[in-house]
Every structure is written in C-alpha cells, then in structure tokens.
C-alpha cells in the first residue's frame, strides 16, 4: 500500500497532504481544548468554527507558500523540519488573533498546546514516512558501502548527510584538527588521520571521500599518497567555487585530480601584466576552439578586451567555445564585449590580414597548431604546412595589418626534437625570431612550455578509461618521463609572458619537477582502489603493458636548448637566448620547405628541418603515411634532396 502510494504523481500526493494537514490542524484545535477543559465534550459554537477555519485556511496558504508541499520526504533535512516548526507557531499565532476578533470563547492557552499538538500531528507522520523510505531505500540497496571521509569541516559534514539515501554509509570522519578528533558529526565519530589504516581494515573500507575545502595543493597531494598504499578508491568533491557558484552539488563525487598527485601551488597571476596587451584592445585567438586556445579565451574576455576574434578550422569546435563564451559573457556582466567567431585556416594568409585589418587588431595569441607527435609523424607535409608556414603566413599579416603583439604557443619537444612536430615548432620559432629582426611593427614573443593537464590526446584521461575497463594501462616506456602543467596555469603565464616580450623573446615557463609516467599510472590504479597486476603480483586488478616508444618520441623532454637563461619579473617565466636566423637565410629556407610541400616531397622537407638551426635528429625512416604507401607501389625510391625543387 505505502509503495503505491508512493508511486502517485507529485500533484496528487501534493493534494493529499494539503488534506491531511487540514484535518490535522483542526485536530489539533480540538484535542488541545480538551486538554486544556479536562473534557472530550467541549461546547464548540459558531466563533471557535470560524476562528480554527480561518486558521486551518491562513496555515495551509504559509504552508504552500513556504514550499513545504514542494518538499521531497526522502531528502528532508534538518532545515525543512525548522520551516514546520515557524509554520506551526505562526499558525498558533494566528489562531489566538482570529479567536479574539471572532469573540470564540477559546482559553487563552489553548494556542500554545495547539502549537505542539499541531507540531505532532504535521511533523511526526512526516519524520515517520522519510524513516519508512529510507528504510526501503536501504533495502533495495543492500548493503551499503562503507565509506570515509577525510575532512570534518562543514562541507564534511554537508557531503555525510547527502549520502544518507544513497549506497553509501559514512563509518567515520578523519581531521588532522586535534581539536574535532573525538568529537561526533552527523552522529559519526571524527579520527585522527594516524587511525585510517585500521578503520580500513576494520570495516573494510574501500572508498575515502576527500572533503578538504581551501586545503593548499601541497598538503592535499601528501594526503592523497599517504592514502595510496590503502589501496582503496579515492574521490573527491567538486571544487568549492563549484559548489558555491551551483555549478555542482556536494553529493557529484568525482575522480582525484592529477593535480591533487603533482602537488604544485599556484601562483597568484599579476594583474598588470594581464591587463597589458588584452584590456580594451582588439585581440585575436587562432586556434580558438583547441586544448590552450579555448583556456586563453575563457582568461582573456576576464580581462575585458575590445573585442575577441576566434579563429578556427574546426566549425564544431568554434560553435562550442563560442557558446560557452556566450554564457560566461552572460555571468560576468560584460554585455558589450563583442565576440566574433570565425572559420579559417592559418594557411591562408590573405584571409588573416583582412580580418586583422578589418577589425584592427593589435594583439594576436597564436594557438593553431597539430601537436600530436604520431600523427604529425604520419602526415609529415600537413604537420610542416600547419606549423611552420601557417606560422608564416600568419606572422606576415600581422606585420601588415598592424598589429602589436604577436604570441605564438611552443613546445618543449622544440628542443633538440627528434619528430617532425617538434622540428616545426622549432622552425615556427625560428620564424617570428627572423621576422622581429626585420620589422619594428609587431612585437614576436614565443612561449614555450610541456604538456598540459587535460588537453586533447593528454595521457591521463588515458588511463583513467583503461582503468574503468579493466586495463591494460599502456605505457610507452617504462623509464619515460613527462613535464605536466595545468591548462589555467599555462594560459595566464602565456598571457603575462606575451606582455613581457620585446621582440624575439623565447619565454620557457617552469613546469615544476619531471613526473615518471609509470609511476603515474600506479598511482592512478591503486588511487582507484585496485592493484597492479606484475610479476610480484600475479593476482592484481590491472596489468601495466610497455608499448615501445612511438615514432619521434624521446624519454625525456627538455625546455632549453643551451644554458643562456635569465630570469624575468614572473618567478615562473624564464628568458632564453638561442640561436636565430637572418630574415633573409630564413625566407630562403621557408620558400624551399613551401616548394617541397608543394610537391609531397618528404625526405626534402625533413632535410630542410635539419638544414635550419632546429637541432632536429629524425628516426632512420620516413614515417609519413603517403610517401610510405607511394614508395611501396612505386616499388621506387622518391627523387632525394635538390637544393633546388
């Protein structure tokens, strides 16, 4: 019968209640007056009937309006049971005015056991019903997982009252406050961090709930490692900003960050020099819809440009950034701030200087780029065309149109690289260096930096689906390490980086200390409550397969290319002097790498890449696609190196 009542839709349980709590008040009036007289036979006239029905009528209406009907019994907390308890009393209130303007001949404290009376009968079969339900709930559950959570703040405790009705029991608090260990939250006991091993196996726990608030990254990177040899599954709660903005709720429990692993304390941005080359200037993003081209446009319009141009190839890519700057646009108060999406290549120059000289430009971050090695690596003319000439042809608009200041995005695998990808991030930089040696229009700064946390093809949502499928985690190389940025981060010093530049400047950002790869992968399945399956431990959860390395990719990663380095205002953001080019030598070696492009002449353009002062050391073969499939059916080498195509 319950379950079926249960099963009513909203607007008729909402009518049923409406019901109930009329013939409760009125129940309430009456067993309150027999208390108060001592009697079940009260004499009840004309004035009582109409003073208990203008309150029965004036409470249903505070009722409603203070949405106790929109209440969902399952999830009523302590806060909705205060909202009775007002009710009540305002309807005890109300009841003792209307008796005295009707003239009804009801004691005068006939209201205050009226109020506690009501409080029973409108309270108590609501607090009876939710304990019904949970109590079922908790039946077609089963079991319920036991869980810790680590942080016994407020949002601790908000996150243990959540999971009430859910698959989950909170079994205890763990604080390193020494001033909350001992004492009791929502009924659960606070630990002291030194007794989370033994709850574990005491209860055998599987899950810990990080609920640590505006603790520094520092101190939550040590906490999520000290957790990892517990090998049980470690979550976390959206960021508080989130949770105070309503982006997200206290019970959407989500994966540990690999920022909560890398431990790396951010660095308060400076605000003059975010401000510099962006505040009500006219700024222009190509790569607008990419990994760092979308994080520099959600930075950028916090700085309140003119106006901002984004440029993209991808017309999928651009709709969605556009639409989620549309939004942020919206929330920021910034009506005025005109975004202009649009679609395009890099590689056609004369349509990016008719959009920087239409909209007058005056500062350009370029972001446009193909950055993923093995790919680049298998489509070696597509990779040079996009990195290098689009770089070019960009470059040039830019000095023609006018514009300030030119950014271009680079890479640590520009660096002694050993793939085509690198070799041409190289080369681009080679190129804005012989540019700003030739004009005094625009300023050339590049910024140079590792892989960032997130970004398409980033190896960490990699491992988290190979894990959630139940492995193989593939790593390349069990000695390969990597430099890791977050992409905020790597925006805003891009932004101040620009803003330092005087021409030619090759800016490296510190990336803070290598991370192992393999080593990350373990921390992410024993993070996941699982084991490594190996050797010494056949029976583990997940195996960690060594792929070999890709082709052009290198175990290590390096961000300068000599030891000519100077320091800058930012204490992250480093000055490098490398070696450059005459504009002349490098128009001379661009017009070549056009022409070898032109004719899908692979091997030349990699020896180009080696003739520029690019430090390139490629594989022993060619490893574009194409030429490799020509060669085959040819059943021919391609024509070698000319120096002049």
Known sequence: ????????????????????????LACAFYFATCMRLGTFDIPITRNEITAISITIAITLGLFIRMGMYRAILRYMSAQAMLTIVACVAMSGLILATTSFFTFSKVPRS??????????????????????IIIMLDHQGLGARQPVIVYGASHT?????????????????????????????????RVYSPSMIESLVRKHKVQK??????????????????????????????????????GKARIEHIRDVDIEDLLGREPIAPNPDLMHACIENKMVMVTGAGGSIGSELCRQIIRQKPAALILFELNEYSLYRIEQELQKELVSLKLPGLKLVPLIGSVQNGARLESIMRTYEVQ??????????????????????????????????AAVKAGVESFVLI????????????????????????????????????????????????????????????GGPVTVTHPEIIRYFMTIPEAAELVIQAGAMGRGGDVFVLDMGEPVRIEDLARKMIHLSGLSVKDAQHPDGDIAIEYTGLRPGEKLYEELLIGDKVSGTDHPRIMRAEEQRLGWDETQQLLTKLESACNHYLCDLVQELLMQAPTGYQPPESLNDAVWLGSQKNSGAKLRLISNNP
Not at 162 to 168: G, K, M, P, T, V
């Open 208 to 245: 810990v709930l990080l609920a640590l608030d505006d603790t520094p990254v520092s101190r939550r990177a040590a906490i999520v490692e000290s957790l990892e040899s517990l090998q049980v599954e470690v979550q976390t709660l959206p960021a508080f900003s989130d949770l105070v903005s």
């Open 363 to 396: 500062t350009v971050y370029h972001a446009a780029a193909y950055k993923h090695v093995p790919l680049v690596e298998h489509n070696i003319v597509e990779g040079v065309r996009n990195n290098v000439l689009g770089t070019w042809h960009c470059a040039e």
């Open 410 to 469: 680079s890479t640590d695998k520009a660096v002694r690289p050993t793939n085509i990808m690198g070799a041409s991030k190289r080369m681009a930089e080679l190129v804005l260096q012989g540019l700003s040696q030739s004009q005094e229009v625009t300023r050339f700064t590049m910024v140079r930096f590792g892989n960032v946390l997130g970004s398409s093809g980033s190896v960490i949502p990699l491992f988290r689906q190979q894990i959630k499928n």
């Open 110 to 131: 006939v209201p205050f056991i009226y109020i506690t009376t009501a409080l029973l009968l409108i309270g108590g079969p609501r607090m009876l019903i939710r304990g």
């Open 1 to 24: 019968m319950l379950e079926n009542l249960l099963d009513l839709p909203r607007t008729t349980k909402r009518i049923i209640s409406l019901i109930y709590d009329a013939i409760a």
């Open 156 to 188: 601790g405790h908000q996150l243990a009252l959540a999971l009430q009705s859910s698959h989950f029991k909170v079994i205890a608090f763990v604080d390193e406050d020494p001033a909350m260990q001992g004492r009791l939250l929502a009924n659960v």
